[in-house]
Each structure stands twice: as structure tokens, then as C-alpha cells.
């Protein structure tokens, strides 16, 4: 009988070995599906790319709106493919090695925007395969071996902006019917195609549908022939033919075959990355001259370096002519502009003599000459009054020796000027005529005199000056004064002397964002920001700051973005707390040594509940205490403070021996105080004939005695008149208790108690306990004196939980010791009147004489 049911016994235990071995397994496939696509945002956006997917996983819910599938094995999409997905905005299917879309396969997708079909090379398509996606706006059928425009049935897409068909091999431009229809259209892009002959007959479509927000981009197609005529009367944004032609024959001959074309953009050239540049030479570029055009950008040009050619005699006409990576090395003739505002010289080896000509052309509004560092060593000389508007001389490591007024820059009308990235500017005028300058941006330019006199006194209308690394040491408070209308202000990576940045921004009234990041501030003033009322944005990243004090961002009242990462804060204070999050919109306080013991309790979880407020807050970590470092700052907030065991019988014993030991603590202190107060009320009955022996009982840290002896002692026992002090570590009798000794020869000889506030001071029990007994001995002798004396940085979350301290600290006067000379005199001032007071007659005379 035992044994048989021991053997049932076992068969049970099998049974439910096998039971959950088979939930198990179950289990673990449903959490491998789910694990094949990563939540990016939570039911909104979806990867699972590469993942070999036969289908759509099932746990993808019906309110996603960007779904990742590339790289999966779908094969075949069928009607409806995705209608479970009504709200899908975004959809990636490259290489998903479909080769059938049949009728309808998007049906249900009216919100779809973004579709994305790149590398799938399809044996049939639907002709009705894209009905019903209403809202597409952008269709990406790259490298899907397409032959033909008509190969995709387009005609249905009435929201279509972008058609990108680059790198198919599609052989002609010829513009299907369906074309009509899309006149939303911006962008048909193909770019890498084989285009070779465009005739007439392609661009007829064209002709008769206004797309003159069109861009076509024929980039990297092999064109031998375009047909006369055939983009005659068609009017288009832009056209692209960089790497189309072969050599400069087909290229002359082509761009005669654009006679009658209207065009905003006409770009053409090569690639950078090309071994053979087009050459330029004399009537490469006559074509144009039947091309009506605003804007021509050459790129990848070469050679220019004749006597007489023809570069720019059929640009004339042109508003707008950028030059990119050309060696533009000599210009003998430069033809007369009838509207050209626009010039971009751009990576070029340029600004010899005749290229200046070409600066100084008198209708020109904007001038951009940059990274042109092979060749330029200093500014271009400006002939007669030109009227420039903008001038951008950035990034050409150019040296300013004469700067910067009206006679070296050459315009009165100049209101954007950048000089950044280039070698040094030398200023030997301030701004002398550039009064209706608005934006002056100098960063990574060695300047002179900036911050050693008043520069900008005329630049009453600028609102944006970046001085940032511009290796300014700035030693007057009146360096900004002028700029009444500043609005911006960036000037990062410099440095200042002494105090003054307390008064540099007085005059800044209307200043909206300022970036002082990395200026190796260790501390900000209280009076900063006092006159930056709207102020909005402020960068102090990459610094030295040790504290937040609120009192210095007090007057910011339409502060909305701060930035204090990678400085040395431990934590924000509890009072600057609420106010933070009232004000800001956002907050970065990442890559600070933050403090997470159980001190800042209120700080941590403050920033469990900031995330919205809070940027980077993957980049919070604790620094100390020793076993949270490394620890992000979110993920301590709660195990730091807090241990929680689901034990019920350690439970139980708690509840019972918690009251039990806080009964047992609260008869001790009371036992302990009554005891020393019996104590100190029978050592006062016994000395209250004996004459005080000290001035005062200083209560303080050992960790502090240096503090004590070289400021405290040294001016207060060696000063006029001389005070007796007791030291706990000098004057106590050996042999002696401890308590004892801070009684007899602490309190009952000393007429005062001087109490030194410190962090080591709130860590010492010692101090704790003579702190109390000298609020004992004060109520009993009622003649006593307390004097606080406070130090620099002391940790005030630490304070509040001395409650008697902190609220001695609330209701009585104090003093504090700061670095300040002026500070420090008026402190020996008021600490010396505050021991003399009480002193007896006989002791006055007896020092006196």
C-alpha cells in the first residue's frame, strides 16, 4: 500500500515536472515574439527590423504610428495587409524581398505619410495597389530594378510631395499622364538612373501642368542628348545636372539643348569625390545664355586660368551665383551684373586681385566667402561704398589687421557680419559706422581690446554678439555697455577678472539668452542677473559651480531654460525646488557629482518627479556615497532611504520592539537631561560667589581647530583688548571625566558660550551634546550668552535635522564667517562687542592698566 502510493506520489510529481516544463516553454516563445520588436515610444513607434519576419507580430498594437519592418522575409503583401493599423503615419518595408503587391495592399492606411518600399524587387504590382492612401506625402522606391516612369501606378496619390526613384534603372524621362494628377508634387528624384536621350515627347506633361515647385534631379544619369525644344516653355524650382556628362563636347552641347527653360536653381558639375573635375573653357557654358535662371550653383570646376574667357558672360542675369569646391585661380574678365545679390564663394582657392572685383560688385546684398583657408591670409579690400547687407568671412583662418569700421568692411547698410573661425582680429576701431549693425558673431577668433575697453559704444541696435573662445580676458565691468537692444549674448570659453562679472550685464536690460559655459566660474555673484528681468535662456554648463543659490536667479522672472550640467553642484537646495518647477520649462542638471545619501532625500525624489522638467537624465549619476557611485541619480532616489523587506515575521517584530526602544530612548534623554541639569543647577548654587575665569567656552570640531587657533584665538586672545577663551583641548583639568570638565571649567567659569557651526561640527555627537547643555546652562544661569558662528558652506539639509540647532538658529541673531576682508571686519567687530558685553568693572580696569 506504501508503495503504491508512493509510486502515485511520483507519477503526481512527474506530472506537474512535465505540466510546468510545457507552461515554461510556452511562456518563453510568447516572450521570444514579444522580443522581436523593440518599443521605441510606447504604443506610438515600433522596430523590428531584421528579425525574419514571415508576418506582422501580434503584439504590435492598433495605435502605432511608426513601424519599422525592413530587413523581414514578408515575400508577399495581400489586401489590407496592414488595415489593423488605422492611425500608421510612418511605414518602412525596405528589403523585405516582396515581389507581389497586389490591389489594395495599403487599404486602410488614410493617415500614411511616409512609405518606404527601397530594395524590394517586385515581379507584379497592382495597378491599384496605392489606392486609398490619401495623406502620402513621400514614396521611396529605391533600387527596385524599375525600367519606366509608368512602372509605378502613381496616378491615385493626389498628396504626393517627393517621388525618390533613385538608382533603378530607369532609361527614359518620358513623364507618364498620371502625372497630372500630382500636382503637389515637389521633388522627382533620379538620381542614378541611366538616362541617356531626352527628347521632346518626355516632358510634354510638363508643358501643360503649371509644377513650378518641381526639383528634378538628374545627377549621375550618362545624358548624350537633349532634343532643342524639349524644355522649352516649361518653368520648374530647380534642375540638377552634377556628373551627367561625360566631357565638356557633351556638356556644351546639352546645355544648348535647354533653350527656353525657366528655372529658380540651375545646378551642375561633379562630385567632390571624382578624380576628373570639369575643366572650365571658353563657351562651355554659352547654353545658358538662352536659359532663364535666378540662381546657378557650379560645383567641382577647374582650371580657370586664361587670358579671356567666358565663365560668368551668360550669368549676367543671374540674382543669385554659388561656387563650391572650384579652383577658381585666375578671373580675367568679369562682365557686368544686371541683378546679382547673392554671391557664394565656397572651399575655392580664390581672392586673388580679379576676384575682388567680384566681391566688390555694387548690387550685392550677400557675400559668403568660406573655407577658402588655402589661399586666404587676410581680409579683401573693399572698393568704394558697396552696400552689403550680409558678409560671411567665416572659416578661412583670414587675419583682421585693421577692424572693424564702415572704411574697412565698405558698407553703412551692414546688419549681418561674421567673422568666426578665422586667426585674429585686430580691432583698431569700434565699429565706426556699422550703426545699423544687428548680429556680430566672432567665436573661435582671437580678438583684441574686446573686454579691456568699451567697444560697442555705437551698436545701439545689435541683438545678437557670439563671443565665444574668442580668448577674451575681460577686466572692465563696461565692456557691453551700448548694446541698450542685446538679445543674445554667447560668450563661452572666455575668461574675467576678479569680481566683475557681478556688474558686466547691468546696462543688458532686454537680453533674452546668455551662454557663459565654461568660463571656469567657481561662483556667481548675488547681483549677476539682478537686471535681467527677461531673461529667458541661460547657459552655465562646464564650470566650477559648487552650490545653487537660489537668491542669484531670484530677479530671472521670465527664466524658462537653465543649464547647469557638467559643473561640481552635490544637489539643489529644498528651498529653490518649488520655484524651478514653476518657472522652467526645462532644467539640465547632468554630469554633476551628485550626493545620494539619504541628506538629500528631498532633492532625489524631487527629480523622480521632474522628468518632463529634467534633460538628460540619463546622464544624472550619483558620485557619492561610495556604494551608489555610478548609480543614475532616477534609480537611487528610493533604494538610497528605504529597505523593504516582505517578511511578515520580521514585520511583527518590529512593530512590537519599535515602540518598545523608543520608550526606552525618550526616558534616557529626559533621565540625561534632568541629570546634567541637576548637575549644572548645583554646580551654579556652588559657584555663584566665583568670579568668571574665561570670556567664553568655545564649542567646537577637533576637524576645525586650525579654524580656531590661527582666526578665533589669534584675534580675540592676542587683540586689544585681549579675551581669555577656553579650549576644551588646552584648559581642561587630565584626570578628569569629560562631561565634567565641559561643565566645571566649560560653563560654570566662562561668562559665554561660542559655538562654531560646521559640517564636522553636525557630525560630531560631542558637540551635539555640549551644544544642548549649553541651552541647559543659558535657561539656568539667564544671564548667559550664546554666540553662533556659522562658517562658509555649511550643508543646511544636514542642519535641519538638528532641530534644536536649526530652530535656535531661526529665532536668535548670529554670525558669519566669510573670505571677505570688508565681511571679516565687520565680523571681529560685532563678536568683540558681543564678549564685552556683561563684563565686569574690576576686569575692564584691570586690563586698562
Excluded at 557680419?417 to 566672432?442: P, Q, W
Excluded at 545619501?597 to 527629480?607: D, M, P
Aim: hydrophobic share 40%.
Amino acid at each position: 500500500m506504501l508503495l503504491s502510493s508512493q509510486k502515485m506520489a511520483g507519477s503526481d510529481a512527474l506530472f506537474f515536472l512535465l505540466s510546468s516544463m510545457t507552461v515554461l516553454s510556452w511562456s518563453l516563445l510568447v516572450t521570444g515574439n514579444q522580443r522581436w520588436c523593440s518599443e521605441i515610444i510606447v504604443n506610438i513607434k515600433y522596430q523590428c527590423m531584421d528579425q525574419n519576419l514571415s508576418s506582422i507580430p501580434t503584439e504590435i498594437p492598433s495605435t502605432v504610428q511608426q513601424l519599422d519592418l525592413s530587413f523581414n522575409p514578408l515575400l508577399r503583401l495581400t489586401p489590407k495587409y496592414f488595415a489593423k493599423f488605422p492611425s500608421l503615419q510612418v511605414l518602412d518595408l525596405t528589403r523585405c524581398s516582396i515581389d507581389i503587391m497586389e490591389d489594395d495592399s495599403f487599404g486602410g492606411l488614410r493617415k500614411l505619410t511616409v512609405l518606404i518600399l527601397t530594395g524590394n524587387t517586385l515581379r507584379h504590382l497592382g495597378d491599384r495597389v496605392f489606392c486609398g492612401l490619401l495623406s502620402l506625402q513621400k514614396l521611396l522606391a529605391v533600387n527596385m530594378n524599375l525600367s519606366s516612369l509608368y512602372d509605378l501606378p502613381i496616378g491615385h496619390l493626389l498628396s504626393l510631395q517627393e517621388l525618390n526613384l533613385r538608382s533603378n534603372n530607369i532609361k527614359s524621362l518620358k513623364i507618364p499622364e498620371s502625372f497630372y494628377n500630382l500636382t503637389s508634387l515637389q521633388v522627382l528624384d533620379l538620381h542614378g538612373n541611366n538616362v541617356s536621350d531626352i527628347v521632346i515627347e518626355d516632358l510634354n506633361v510638363l508643358t501643360e501642368v503649371n509644377m513650378c515647385n518641381l526639383t528634378i534631379i538628374l545627377s549621375n544619369n550618362i545624358i548624350n542628348h537633349i532634343e532643342p525644344g524639349t524644355f522649352k516653355g516649361i518653368h520648374i524650382h530647380k534642375l540638377s545636372l552634377r556628373n551627367s556628362f561625360q566631357n565638356n563636347s557633351i556638356m556644351r552641347t546639352c546645355l544648348h539643348g535647354l533653350e527656353g527653360l525657366q528655372v529658380n536653381k540651375l545646378e551642375f558639375g561633379s562630385y567632390h569625390d571624382i578624380n576628373s573635375k570639369i575643366k572650365f573653357e571658353d563657351g562651355l557654358l554659352d547654353g545658358l545664355c538662352q536659359v532663364e535662371f535666378q540662381e546657378v550653383i557650379l560645383i567641382c570646376f577647374s582650371d580657370i586660368f586664361i587670358e579671356k574667357h567666358t565663365l560668368f558672360d551668360c550669368l549676367s542675369n543671374a540674382s543669385s551665383i554659388r561656387i563650391v569646391n572650384s579652383d577658381l585661380v585666375k578671373l580675367r574678365a568679369i562682365p557686368k551684373f544686371a541683378r546679382l545679390s547673392y554671391l557664394e564663394i565656397k572651399n575655392c582657392l580664390t581672392m586673388d586681385e580679379s576676384m575682388t572685383k567680384l566681391v566688390n560688385w555694387h548690387t550685392l546684398k550677400t557675400v559668403k566667402v568660406t573655407k577658402c583657408s588655402k589661399t586666404i591670409i587676410s581680409i579683401p579690400k573693399f572698393y568704394g561704398q558697396v552696400q552689403y547687407v550680409s558678409l560671411d568671412l567665416t572659416h578661412n583662418q583670414m587675419i583682421f589687421k585693421e577692424c572693424c569700421s564702415i572704411n574697412d568692411l565698405g558698407s553703412s547698410y551692414l546688419m549681418y557680419l561674421n567673422l568666426s573661425f578665422n586667426s585674429l582680429i585686430t580691432i583698431t576701431s569700434d565699429f565706426e559706422g556699422l550703426h545699423e549693425l544687428l548680429s556680430l558673431d566672432v567665436q573661435y577668433t582671437k580678438i583684441t581690446r574686446i573686454g579691456m575697453v568699451p567697444t560697442f559704444l555705437t551698436l545701439g541696435k545689435l541683438l545678437y554678439l557670439d563671443l565665444s573662445n574668442s580668448r577674451t580676458h575681460f577686466f572692465i565691468q563696461c565692456a557691453f555697455c551700448g548694446l541698450k537692444s542685446l538679445e543674445v549674448l554667447k560668450i563661452s570659453g572666455n575668461s574675467f577678472e576678479g569680481n566683475i562679472l557681478s556688474q558686466m550685464f547691468k546696462n543688458l536690460t532686454h537680453l533674452k539668452v546668455l551662454d557663459i559655459s565654461n568660463c571656469k566660474l567657481e561662483g556667481m555673484s548675488s547681483s549677476a542677473f539682478a537686471d535681467l528681468t527677461e531673461l529667458q535662456e541661460i547657459r552655465i554648463s562646464h564650470n566650477k559651480l559648487m552650490e545653487f543659490e537660489p537668491m542669484v536667479y531670484a530677479p530671472l522672472l521670465s527664466l524658462s531654460i537653465l543649464d547647469l550640467s557638467y559643473n561640481q553642484l552635490p544637489f539643489l537646495p529644498e528651498n529653490a525646488l518649488e520655484s524651478l518647477t514653476r518657472l522652467l520649462i526645462h532644467l539640465d542638471i547632468s554630469q554633476n557629482p551628485f550626493d545620494c545619501s539619504c541628506t538629500h532625500l528631498s532633492f532625489l525624489q524631487w527629480t523622480q518627479k521632474q522628468k518632463r522638467l529634467l534633460q538628460n537624465i540619463q546622464s544624472m549619476t550619483c558620485s557619492s556615497p561610495s556604494h551608489f557611485n555610478s548609480v543614475k541619480v532616477m534609480n537611487a532616489t528610493i533604494s538610497s532611504c528605504y529597505t523593504t523587506f516582505n517578511l511578515t515575521p520580521l514585520a511583527v517584530s518590529v512593530g512590537v520592539l519599535l515602540p518598545v526602544a523608543l520608550t526606552a530612548f525618550l526616558v534616557y534623554k529626559c533621565y540625561a537631561q534632568h541629570y546634567y541639569r541637576l548637575v549644572l543647577s548645583r554646580f551654579c548654587i556652588d559657584s555663584t560667589e566665583e568670579e568668571d575665569k574665561y570670556d567664553a567656552f568655545v564649542i567646537f570640531s577637533s576637524k576645525d581647530e586650525e579654524w580656531v587657533m590661527t582666526e578665533l584665538v589669534e584675534k580675540l586672545e592676542g587683540g586689544l583688548p585681549p579675551f581669555r577663551l577656553c579650549l576644551h583641548f588646552r584648559d581642561f583639568t587630565p584626570g578628569v571625566s569629560i562631561a565634567s570638565n565641559i561643565i566645571q571649567e566649560g560653563f560654570l567659569k566662562s561668562r559665554n558660550a561660542i559655538v562654531i557651526i560646521s559640517d564636522h561640527f553636525m557630525e560630531s555627537r560631542w558637540c551635539g551634546f555640549e551644544f544642548e547643555l549649553a541651552l541647559s546652562w543659558q535657561f539656568l544661569e539667564g544671564n548667559a550668552s550664546i554666540i553662533v558662528i556659522v562658517l562658509e558652506k555649511v550643508n543646511k539639509s544636514q542642519l535641519r535635522q538638528m532641530l534644536g540647532l536649526h530652530k535656535y538658529l531661526r529665532r536668535n541673531t548670529y554670525l558669519e564667517w566669510k573670505k571677505n576682508k570688508l565681511d571679516q571686519h565687520i565680523f571681529w567687530t560685532r563678536l568683540r562687542n558681543a564678549l564685552m558685553d556683561g563684563r565686569s568693572w574690576n576686569t575692564r580696569r584691570r586690563e586698562s592698566s
